[in-house]
T-cell receptor, first 111, second 110 residues
């Protein structure tokens, strides 16, 4: 069974204080690892897809990296508007392309 | 471009009442569609997925059912709601590269 574990559950940063969120996964056959941002009361917003170990993707202050067992979402010099819950998910090679989500990291950036 | 519509945004229902949540997708044909539920402090739990009209698969046994009467329409239903059905319900469409989500329905069963 595919599993995704995210840590920490919650993270509080001062504005400008860089940090990383962790996503550990086990999957029978990886067809993609996703990062999403979710604001309260809204659907998840897609950020990145990573496909193979060593791959990296960047978007503004966010950078996602992937190894064979985990992924990191690095946040450089965060701003208060980066406050949200960040979700990690994996798509396996199941017949209907099953996507399994972690429970998320709730990030709060304080001015 | 593809868009996914989900309604209503919020819903308060008494225990034992029926439920119908609707999701429609625009800008694509024959999409793979999903219903997820997100409970407080928990991850997104896959409830149902559909690869075509009339084709529904359930991930977990529960008080809910799903139907796909048209190619781009996916409906989540219940005949009698339970307190445990409360949560945030999300419809999603699966492209080859990512999962697109609707805006969600916050369901409170009282």
């Amino acid at each position: 069974e595919d599993q995704v574990t995210q840590s920490p559950e919650a993270l509080r940063l001062q504005e400008g204080e860089s940090s990383s969120l962790n996503c550990s996964y086990t999957v029978s056959g990886l067809r993609g690892l996703f990062w999403y941002r979710q604001d309260p009361g809204k659907g998840p917003e897609f950020l990145f897809t990573l496909y193979s170990a060593g791959e990296e993707k960047e978007k503004e202050r966010l950078k996602a990296t992937l190894t064979k067992k985990e992924s990191f979402l690095h946040i450089t010099a965060p701003k208060p508007e980066d406050s949200a819950t960040y979700l990690c998910a994996v798509r396996s090679t199941g017949g209907y392309q099953k996507v399994t989500f972690g429970t998320g990291t709730k990030l709060q950036v304080i001015p | 471009s593809q868009t996914i519509h989900q309604w209503p945004a919020t819903l308060v229902q008494p225990v034992g009442s029926p439920l119908s949540l609707e999701c429609t997708v625009e800008g694509t044909s024959n999409p793979n569609l999903y219903w997820y539920r997100q409970a407080a402090g928990r991850g997104l739990q896959l409830l149902f997925y559909s690869v075509g009209i009339g084709q529904i698969s359930s991930e977990v046994p529960q008080n809910l059912s799903a139907s796909r009467p048209q190619d781009r329409q996916f409906i989540l239903s219940s005949k009698k709601l339970l307190l445990s059905d409360s949560g945030f319900y999300l419809c999603a469409w699966n492209s080859n590269t990512e999962l697109f989500f609707g805006s969600g329905t916050q369901l409170s069963v009282l």
